[in-house]
């Protein structure tokens, strides 16, 4: 069965920064992208950014764009979301996901982890 832990999550002042990690247990994965998505507080989930496990850039939503960075370390089974340059309204549960391809429905998820970030 595929798992997926993040963690990292915490309290951080505005124009902090934070990482997130996501490790994947049950199964390796070499294909497949993983996304990071956050949900805040009476919002709808919103998608954040996502990488391929097998190469090329990741991507990014406009709002989150050249403050977060997506990396990931196949040997570790881990993906990170790094946040820059944090604003309030980054608060929010951040969870990571798996799709077997882009433009797939993400179909394995982790069960978040909270990030506050207070003004």
């Known amino acids: 069965q595929v798992q997926l832990l993040e963690s990292g999550g915490g309290l951080v002042q505005a124009g902090g920064s934070l990482r997130l990690s996501c490790v994947t247990s049950?199964?390796?994965?070499?294909?497949?992208?993983m996304g990071w998505f956050r949900r805040a507080p009476g919002k709808e989930r919103e998608f954040v950014g996502a990488?391929?496990?097998?190469?090329?850039?990741?991507y990014y939503a406009d709002s989150v764009k050249g403050r977060f960075t997506i990396s990931r370390d196949n040997a570790k089974n881990t993906v990170y979301l790094q946040m820059n340059s944090l604003k309030p309204e980054d608060t929010a549960v951040y969870y990571c996901?798996?799709?077997?391809?882009?433009?797939?429905?993400?179909?394995?998820w982790g069960q978040g982890t909270q990030v506050t970030v207070s003004s």
């Open positions: 996901a798996a799709t077997q391809s882009r433009g797939r429905p993400y179909d394995t």
């Open positions: 990488i391929s496990w097998s190469g090329g850039s990741p």
């Open positions: 049950g199964r390796t994965f070499s294909t497949g992208v």
